[in-house]
Structures are given as structure tokens and as C-alpha cells.
């Protein structure tokens, strides 16, 4: 064989591998539930960019009048079984919000009870199971009256619900309890309680082959591996600080898994081998949150909560590859295939949000493991300053301090955490001329008690 026939050979292979690796249809979407502006944006993948946003309410903080009737913390999503259907969650507003793919036009709403989280169709798409995470069951809907059917008792503060492709088995993972719910899809009832380490998870996924079932858990930063057929636990790995969600996908002919941990601003891949490695660690925008997959593994979607957008990674390179803003804090994010027609933006308003700014919080000696971050977004006149901070002092009173200026104060819980938003003139203390003598302009200082304000003294500091 002379070099032009390798060569030839050569390259009819590249060929082969670049058609099984297609990249996503422009007839595909990505979906992201933003949780502030209480939009739902919607991008093609194909051009990586947002072709719009769906407005089911007002941006906070504009939502606390009694008369307001929009949608508050849009927060969860799911599709039906042929992707005519995405259903969005609001747990402020207690909503479930059916919306047609194709025109992007609400055709149904169904109120649930307090604070659910995330809903699914069934796999035979005949029911939506809704996880009402502020009580202990699960909200069957009828996704064509959009009217509740029944309700299945669960664990208290059911987190999510997924279900295996023959439609038998459903898997719930809970909020408040340490455990997953397996449920007899057909008896609506549950059937095994699985013990897993510990009771905050806010989302599960299986594998492709359906064989096991990964969950996150945000609290701990962990990922649990449960059996789908013994129902046992076969493995716990250690993901890292605020863990949200995962999804996998096949590169080379091996499933991976990636998992958003908000805390470091990473994707994490680990194989699925009985011994689950770490085999890459991919840098991300501020807090990734929600992530899924494209069907062909090209890509997968990962929400970046602080960020306001989503983030595009090529999982052959294990790199981000493009940026697409969007809307104000994502939560969940899918991908549906084939939904709707190329470039198609109807019913779809502009972009309401601008980007977000986002500040870490670090010890002033760093000798300690405390830390935090700020995000700084604008709403209009005014701005919003989302402060959180871990590992303080339990029960214990903190002022946030901006340009020299107390802003707020926190209380941090049993564990040392706490989080707060201050909503006012947030621009008019970094102008340069804002701060007082010796302080500078936009400093945020994290003072323990009614201490002064003074960078020295400062717990935290960004």
C-alpha cells in the first residue's frame, strides 16, 4: 500500500468519526430556568447563542406586591417523552408551567403545593410527576387537563424523580432526608428506601445503559452510585464543595460522567468503571449549576448560575469551547433535539438581564478556610449584592461592608454558612470618591459583629 492510498484510508476514517461525532441540529435547544428574572432562555446549539427568553414573571425584586400574578424562582425544568412539551417549575409561586417546544407559548399551568422542585413525564408521557420539596409527596399531573390526579406519599422534601425507560420503576432523591425513594410506577407507590450518606440531594441522573443511577449531593459534595436492579449503593465519591448536578457522556467509546461543582467553578470527569477516577477538571464561569448533554455526546451544556449564561464544553477536548449569555441565575438546564424549526425565535422576547459581576471572599491571612463570594447584578435603578459566605463562626452575626459603608448584616447557621441579598444604590459606593479615607472604592469587607469597618479586622475580604 503506497502513502496516497493511507492517506486516503486515513481520511475516509476521519470522516467516519466526524459524521458518528455530529455536532447539534440547528432544529435543537437548550433550555436553562433562571431563577431571578424568572425567564426561561432559550439557545441554539447549533450557533451557539440565545435566541431569546420566555418571560413568566418579573425580575426580582420586583415580584413582593400582593397583586403580582407572574411566576417566582423559576427553578426546575422537564420534557415530555417526544419533546413537544417542556414543563417549568416555580417553587416561590408553587407552579408547574407547560410550554409548547415548537412556538414557545404557554398552554397550561398547574399550582402544586408548597415549594416543589423539579417534574417529569413518565416514560409512556401520560403523567407528570412534580417532587413537592417543601412537603413529603410527589403531585401527579394529567398533562393534558393539566389537572392533579393524585399524589404519592414520599421521604419529607422529595428533590427530584426520574424513571427507567419500560416505565416500571421511578427513582426519588430527597432534600430532607438521607434516602431515595424507588417507586412502583403503576401502583404509584413507594417500594424500597435506599440509604445514601447524606439527606441534601437536588438532583439525580443513570447512566446510559440504565444500570445504575447517580446522584448529587450538594451538602456534603459528594456523588452517590446506586444499582438500578439490586437497589444497592456501590459507590461514593467525593466531588467537591456545592456539587449540583451531572450528566454523562461517550467519548471514544467510554461513558463519563461530569459533575458541576459550583464551589470551585469546575466540571469534574470520572470515568464509570467500578472504581469511578478523576480524569479531568474543566474551568467554568461563576457557580455552574445545571448541565445536560447533547444527544450525539458533542457537547454538554452546563448553566452557570453566578454567570448568567451557559457555558459549552467539547467533551473530546474536556474544554470549554464557547460562552452563550442568558438569563439571571440558572438553575436546571436539558437539551431537547429536534424541537423546533432553524433560527425559529417565536414568541420569544429580548434578553432582560445584563451580566452579573462576581467577587470572591477570601481570609485576609488566610489561615483560616473560611471564604465566600459576592455577586453584583444590576436590576434597573438599582442593584442587587448576593453575598454568601462558609465555614464563619455558627450563630453568629456578620456586617457585609461595601466602599466603607455598611450595606447588611448576615447570621450564619449551625455550620458556619449564610447567605443574603442587600438591594440598593450598590454603583453609587465604588465611584472612587465613595469610600471613606484610607478605604477603597468597591472594597467588601465582611465584619464579624458590630465591629468597625476596617480591612485589618476583616473576617473576609474581595
Do not use: C
Not at 417523552?81 to 409561586?93: C, E, F, Q, R
Request: no cysteine.
Amino acid at each position: 500500500m503506497n502513502t496516497i492510498e493511507r492517506l486516503a484510508i486515513a481520511a475516509g476514517a476521519l470522516a467516519v468519526a466526524q459524521a458518528a461525532m455530529a455536532l447539534p441540529a440547528a432544529s435543537d435547544r437548550v433550555y436553562t430556568a433562571d431563577q431571578n428574572t424568572n425567564t426561561i432562555s432559550v439557545f441554539d446549539p447549533a450557533g451557539n447563542r440565545l435566541l431569546g427568553q420566555i418571560v413568566l414573571g418579573n425580575q426580582r425584586p420586583d415580584v413582593l406586591s400582593p397583586l403580582y400574578r407572574g411566576e417566582i424562582n423559576v427553578h426546575g425544568l422537564g420534557f415530555s417523552p417526544d419533546h413537544k412539551t417542556l414543563i417549568a417549575v416555580s417553587n416561590g409561586s408553587n407552579s408547574v408551567t407547560f410550554i409548547d417546544t415548537a412556538t414557545n407559548k404557554v398552554k397550561g399551568k398547574t399550582y402544586v403545593g408548597r415549594s416543589p422542585h423539579e417534574g417529569f413525564f413518565t416514560a409512556d408521557g401520560k403523567e407528570v410527576w412534580v417532587v413537592v420539596r417543601g412537603e413529603d409527596y410527589i403531585s401527579v399531573i394529567d398533562p393534558h387537563t393539566f389537572r392533579e390526579t393524585r399524589r404519592i406519599p414520599t421521604a419529607v422534601g422529595p428533590g427530584m424523580v426520574q424513571f427507567l425507560p419500560d416505565g416500571k420503576l421511578a427513582f426519588v432523591v430527597s432534600s430532607f432526608t438521607p434516602e431515595v425513594d424507588v417507586i412502583d410506577v403503576k401502583a404509584h407507590k413507594v417500594i424500597k428506601r435506599i440509604a445514601v450518606v447524606s439527606p441534601f440531594s437536588p438532583f439525580l441522573q443513570f447512566t446510559p445503559d440504565y444500570r445504575e443511577m447517580w446522584m448529587t449531593h450538594k451538602d456534603v459534595g459528594k456523588v452517590t452510585r446506586i444499582d438500578t436492579h439490586t437497589f444497592q449503593v456501590t459507590g461514593v465519591i467525593d466531588t467537591g464543595f456545592i456539587t449540583n448536578h451531572l450528566a454523562f457522556a461517550r467519548v471514544g467509546g467510554k461513558t463519563y460522567a461530569y459533575v458541576t461543582v459550583g464551589g470551585e467553578n469546575v466540571v469534574k470527569v470520572y470515568t464509570t468503571d467500578k472504581d469511578a477516577t478523576l480524569v479531568a477538571t474543566i474551568p467554568t464561569g461563576a457557580l455552574p449549576h445545571g448541565i445536560w448533554t447533547a444527544d450525539d455526546s458533542s457537547r454538554v451544556y452546563v448553566g452557570l448560575e453566578n454567570g448568567d449564561g451557559v457555558d459549552v464544553i467539547d467533551p473530546a477536548a474536556n474544554k470549554v469551547v464557547a460562552h452563550m449569555p442568558g438569563g439571571q441565575a440558572p438553575q436546571a438546564l436539558v437539551y431537547l433535539s429536534h424541537v423546533a424549526a432553524p433560527g425559529s425565535a417565536d414568541n420569544l422576547g429580548p434578553r432582560v438581564n445584563q451580566d452579573a459581576v462576581n467577587i470572591p471572599l477570601a481570609a485576609r491571612d488566610g489561615a483560616t478556610t473560611a471564604r465566600g463570594f459576592v455577586v453584583a447584578r444590576q436590576l434597573g435603578v438599582v442593584d442587587a449584592l448576593e453575598v454568601n459566605v462558609f465555614k464563619l463562626k455558627p450563630a453568629t452575626q456578620y456586617g457585609v461592608v461595601l466602599g466603607g459603608q455598611p450595606v447588611g448584616t448576615l447570621r450564619t447557621d449551625a455550620k458556619g454558612n449564610a447567605n443574603g441579598t442587600m438591594i440598593g444604590p450598590v454603583r453609587s459606593f465604588t465611584r472612587p470618591d465613595a469610600a471613606p479615607a484610607g478605604q477603597a472604592a468597591g472594597k467588601i469587607l465582611i465584619m464579624e459583629g458590630d465591629a468597625a469597618p476596617s480591612p485589618a479586622t476583616a473576617v473576609l475580604a474581595g
